[in-house]
């Protein structure tokens, strides 16, 4: 027995001694004096915990410090320290120097591409770590990274609870990569390019059975398995937004009972039945804004959401279709939002129109605890179901640049809808359909004006026509009676008198009264 224990002592010995060397090795940044050149801040409370800072953000350093300040002290039981080392160059992430102290240790925009295993074997209490902005890949990340110090033929795990790999160059997770922090509760993946939850990936994220914050958005996937679900008991918060999902996904009831949280914005989803969010009972925040195809959210789609607090259906462009009434099983919604979507009505018709002709004022309000609701950027058409509904809900907005307007019929057209009351608008005519008073066109396009300008032009061109048959006539008729001067004829001599004068003929030529030359011996 003692030779096994003793075994066990030098073979924990090689491995303290090994990793020692391997960590001196290792090039650290040399500062003489850290807390000149990094922020140092220190305090303590009530129960003499004591908490320091250290920040080292944009010193332009090449690699990280090798020991904590001398300030910080040498014994760090009952100490919190939050380091900060972002901003820098830091292309390979050493191991961190040796600390007993509850840790917070952030390295954002960094430029990290290759990380030292093991990590963070010398740190055991660190609680959060946030290594987004780099470009780390996904065959950087290995399990051995968050190998925590050897104990007792295994290694122990590392109080890891809060991870943040967001924004990095991962496309996948090795399956056992989150089997040295078995207390992680917060997990951010979110703008890596995954596109397919392949079988490790999804191995790795079900064997994190204490996840209770699971941030997936914006990562190109297009469907969620079932099996992620299974072992997340403990899931609360889970975010999907900015993705290509068509479809909820499917067995979201398996985590119906811890799940409070949900966010499907950016989704290409068209639309939303009974079944959607079928057996999430406890859930109280829902996001389905920011949508470019939802079209309907169909009847019964709230039904089950007893519990929903807050839902945000802002932002969805083409959303024509919103069933008001199964959200009237929520009695507890607080945030209610579909602001900038394409609604013209909704109608609360069991609690409303049957009950019309009391004051609306009077009524239980649908949900007694809400707090804020927006409409505004919908083209409202203000009729009594609409008024009588808004009037039921609760007023809204503290200014007119936040409260919704009417967009027709059109004699409403711009008016608030805060300004009108259902007694007033319940008693208008209002036509199902109206033409449009057109705007008088110009004096060019009048009818009176087009008819004057053809009889003008008629009249021009008949005196025109006139004119030009008189002078005609005048001409002709003075051409006829001879008046004027004839005009004189010449023809050529070249031909005949030139031969006589190259005879030697020297008669006269006369011209008579006719023009004509004529010659004489």
Not at 277 to 282: C, E, N, P, R, T
Not at 392 to 421: H, K, M, W
Not at 445 to 464: E, M, N, Q
């Amino acid at each position: 027995m003692d030779y096994k224990y003793l075994l066990l002592v030098l073979s924990l010995s090689v491995i303290l001694i090994l990793s020692t060397a391997q960590h001196e090795n290792i090039p650290y940044e040399d500062v003489p004096d850290i807390c000149a050149k990094c922020v140092c801040l220190t305090a303590h409370d009530t129960d003499k915990r004591y908490h320091h800072l250290l920040s080292c953000t944009s010193k332009k350093f090449q690699h990280i410090l090798a020991r904590w300040p001398e300030e910080f002290g040498k014994k760090h039981d009952n100490v919190d320290i939050v380091a900060t080392f972002s901003g820098n160059n830091i292309e390979l992430l050493q191991q961190l120097p040796a600390t007993n102290a509850t840790l917070t240790f952030s390295c954002r925009h960094c430029g990290i591409k290759y990380l030292q295993a093991p990590t963070f074997m010398d740190v055991p209490f660190i609680r959060r770590l946030d290594l987004s902005w780099n470009e780390i890949a996904s065959d950087e990340l290995t399990p051995d990274v968050f190998r925590g110090p050897y104990r007792v033929m295994h290694y122990e795990p590392i109080a890891l609870v809060d991870l943040d790999l967001s924004h990095n160059r991962l496309h996948a997770l090795d399956r056992k990569i989150f089997e040295h922090t078995a207390n992680l509760t917060k997990l951010n993946l979110s703008y890596n390019q995954f596109r397919v939850l392949n079988a490790p990936t999804i191995s790795a994220l079900s064997s994190a059975t204490e996840l209770q914050e699971l941030d997936l958005s914006h990562t190109a996937i297009k469907s969620l398995s079932a099996a992620i679900f299974k072992s997340l008991v403990n899931l609360r918060i889970l975010n999907l937004s900015g993705n290509d999902l068509t479809i909820v996904p499917d067995k979201l009831q398996l985590i119906g009972r811890s799940l409070v949280s949900l966010n499907l914005a950016q989704n290409p989803i068209a639309r939303f039945t009974e079944e959607s969010f079928i057996g999430l009972k406890s859930l109280q925040r829902l996001n389905i804004s920011y949508m470019p195809v939802l079209k309907t959210i169909g009847k019964s789609v709230f039904t089950r959401l007893e519990t929903l607090k807050r839902l945000d259906c802002s932002h969805n462009p083409k959303l024509v279709e919103f069933d008001l009434e199964s959200l009237t099983h929520s009695s507890n919604l607080t945030n209610f939002d579909i602001s900038y979507c394409a609604l013209t009505t909704i109608s609360l018709f069991m609690n409303v129109t049957q009950e019309s002709h009391t004051d609306i004022a009077t009524l239980a309000k649908p949900w007694p605890h809400l707090h804020t609701f927006q409409s505004i950027g919908n083209p409202w058409y203000c009729d009594c179901d609409l008024i009588q509904t808004m009037e039921y809900i609760g007023a809204e907005g503290d200014t007119n640049i936040n409260q919704p307007r009417c967009d027709t019929p059109y004699f409403l057209a711009g008016a608030l809808v805060s300004n009108l009351s259902s007694q007033y608008i319940c008693n208008l005519k209002i036509p199902k359909q109206y033409k449009a008073i057109l705007e008088e066109p110009p004096r060019f396009l009048r009818k009176r004006y087009i008819i004057l300008t053809v009889i003008v032009a008629a009249v021009v061109i008949s005196v025109g026509v006139m004119l030009g048959f008189a002078i005609a006539a005048i001409r002709r008729r003075l051409k006829r009676d001879d008046f004027g001067v004839e005009p004189i004829r010449y023809t050529s001599v070249r031909s005949s008198n030139l031969s006589a004068f190259s005879q030697g003929n020297t008669n006269s030529i006369i011209v008579n009264g006719n023009g004509v030359a004529n010659a004489s011996a």
